[in-house]
């Protein structure tokens, strides 16, 4: 891996603060800045947050009526296997 040394200004509580977290977690310093950077980066924004909601809200709507469809379509499928059922019966295809 690559890499590129990037320095930012802290307080020595901060810095500290640091040291004794990575120390505690078997960590350095920049693997916990890392860590902590890569998460700080990867969170959705607030635009992408209310998007999420909507669609959410969306799929929570639309949820019971697919449920609903899926329902129906199972009924219909049983109906027609029974009717197919029948028939062949009746042709004498089928015990």
Avoid: C, W
């Avoid at 500290?16 to 960590?27: M, R, T």
């Avoid at 109906?79 to 062949?88: E, G, I, M, N, S």
């Amino acid at each position: 891996m690559q890499t590129e040394r990037v320095t930012f200004l802290t307080t020595p509580d901060h810095k500290a603060a640091l040291d004794a977290f990575a120390s505690s977690n078997g960590q350095s310093v920049g693997h916990v800045l890392r860590e902590a950077s890569s998460r700080y980066i990867g969170q959705p924004t607030p635009e992408e947050e209310a998007e999420l909601a909507v669609l959410v809200q969306q799929a929570n709507a639309a949820i019971p009526k697919m449920q609903a469809s899926l329902d129906n379509m199972v009924e219909t499928l049983d109906r027609t296997h029974r009717k197919v059922d029948a028939f062949l019966r009746d042709a004498g295809v089928r015990r």
